[in-house]
T-cell receptor, first 114, second 114 residues
Framework: AQSVSQHNHHVILSEAASLELGCNYS??????LFWYVQYPGQHLQLLLK??????LVKGIKGFEAEFIKSKFSFNLRKPSVQWSDTAEYFC????????????FGSGTRLQVQP | DAGVTQSPTHLIKTRGQHVTLRCSPI?????VSWYQQVLGQGPQFIFQ???????GRGNFPDRFSARQFPNYSSELNVNALLLGDSALYLC?????????????FGPGTRLTVL
């Protein structure tokens, strides 16, 4: 069975600091990878996704993520965070054939201090 | 454009009762998935429906059931409620059931079991 690990449960940064959130998955086959964000009081929204091709993907609001197949990782990055980036971030995986359900990590709560 | 809608927003039930949660997908979307999000954890897959047929089921007991209607809306039913069923129940819709398709999430129904 797939599993997704997000090792940073709670991250506190100051505005303009750089961000990197870790995501590792366990599945030997070909996967699709996603980062979702949940702003306070709002529903889950897709930040970015990787299906194939260039392992460096760019998403909305200046976020990017790099897929490293050999490390089973899909870390989320942003060069300079803003107070408005305060939210919970979820990494998710599904197999690109067969089971289509998303398997989510436990989430990382990001708090950006002004 | 209307996003995924869910009703009710909040619900309080007692142990042993039954509950029905409802979801309307984005117009034109034919696939609906249900997820359970317990406080402090990522969403966990319960069911996926496409064209009124069950296409996937997560590791949940038979007390959980769902169906999809001809208009693609969906219901999630939970029988014999337990305290541990207290969670945010999320509905997500996508245009098809394929794994490449982005899932759009609704705001969720907060279920509290007393």
């Amino acid at each position: 069975a797939q599993s997704v690990s997000q090792h940073n449960h709670h991250v506190i940064l100051s505005e303009a600091a750089s961000l990197e959130l870790g995501c590792n998955y366990s599945y030997g086959g070909t996967v699709n990878l996603f980062w979702y964000v949940q702003y306070p009081g709002q529903h889950l929204q897709l930040l970015l996704k990787y299906f194939s091709g260039d392992p460096l993907v760019k998403g909305i609001k200046g976020f990017e993520a790099e897929f490293i197949k050999s490390k089973f990782s899909f870390n989320l990055r942003k060069p300079s965070v803003q107070w408005s980036d305060t939210a919970e971030y979820f990494c998710a995986v599904n197999e690109n054939t067969g089971r289509r359900a998303l398997t989510f990590g436990s989430g990382t709560r990001l708090q950006v201090q002004p | 454009d209307a996003g995924v809608t869910q009703s009710p927003t909040h619900l309080i039930k007692t142990r042993g009762q039954h509950v029905t949660l409802r979801c309307s997908p984005i117009s034109g979307h034919k696939s609906v998935s249900w997820y359970q999000q317990v406080l402090g954890q990522g969403p966990q897959f319960i069911f996926q429906y496409y064209e009124k047929e069950e296409r996937g089921r997560g590791n949940f007991p038979d007390r959980f059931s769902a169906r999809q209607f001809p208009n693609y809306s969906s219901e999630l039913n939970v029988n014999a409620l337990l305290l541990g069923d207290s969670a945010l129940y999320l509905c997500a819709s996508s245009s098809t059931s394929g794994s490449y398709n982005e899932q759009f999430f609704g705001p969720g129904t907060r279920l509290t079991v007393l």
